[in-house]
């Protein structure tokens, strides 16, 4: 199963208020998909994110792959 962990915009789209939400995706089902999981939020005007680390730990172990920007705010959290 081709798994990644990735952000989806969320809400509303008013210009200038991004949110996000960290999810798991199938990839090979497409951008649009259906979620398998939901792991957290990421709002980047404000900087706020609160990640499940260890589920996300439990899914890289399974064989799941993290995009860039996953990487990198599981850094700042730790």
Do not use: C
């Not at 809400?11 to 208020?17: A, E, F, R, Y």
């Not at 960290?22 to 089902?29: G, L, N, P």
């Amino acid at each position: 199963m081709a798994v990644h962990v990735r952000l989806r915009r969320i809400g509303k789209n008013p210009k200038g208020k991004p949110h996000f939400r960290v999810s798991v995706f199938d990839e090979r089902k497409g951008r649009d998909s259906k979620i398998i999981e939901e792991l957290g939020f990421y709002n980047p005007l404000t900087g706020e994110a609160s990640i499940k680390k260890d589920k996300i730990e439990a899914w890289v172990k399974n064989g799941a792959q993290l995009s860039d920007t996953v990487k990198s705010l599981l850094k700042k959290a730790k």
